[in-house]
């Protein structure tokens, strides 16, 4: 069974920064081909926001670029989010996702983040 665990989130002025973590646990042996975060705002559907393979390409929502990085940790399997020049408009929950090599997508429950203008 894999546990994806969130941390990082909370209540940040606009302009501030915030960094996410994401633990994916595995039995022995698993390899996470794909991780990312998507985040979902009240009221509006889940979007991606960022994601990453394991020998890390990237990709990168339009409304993110140039402000969020995201990175991973393979001997660790974790993955993070690294949040500048935050705007009320990020506020949302944001959820980390890892996917394994035989397809299999495991989703964590999400951290809030906040963004005060």
């Known amino acids: 069974q894999v546990q994806v665990v969130e941390s990082g989130g909370g209540l940040v002025q606009a302009g501030g920064s915030l960094r996410l973590s994401c633990a994916a646990s595995a039995v022995s042996g698993s390899i996470f081909s794909f991780m990312a975060w998507h985040r979902q705002a009240p009221g509006k559907q889940r979007e991606l926001v960022a994601g990453?393979?394991?020998?890390?390409?990237?990709n990168y929502a339009d409304f993110v670029k140039g402000r969020f990085t995201i990175s991973r940790d393979n001997a660790k399997n974790t993955l993070y989010l690294q949040m500048n020049s935050l705007k009320p408009e990020d506020t949302a929950v944001y959820s980390c996702?890892?996917?394994?090599?035989?397809?299999?997508?495991?989703w964590g429950q999400g951290t809030q983040v906040t963004v005060s203008s």
């Open positions: 996702n890892a996917k394994t090599l035989y397809g299999t997508t495991y």
């Open positions: 990453i393979t394991r020998d890390g390409r990237t």
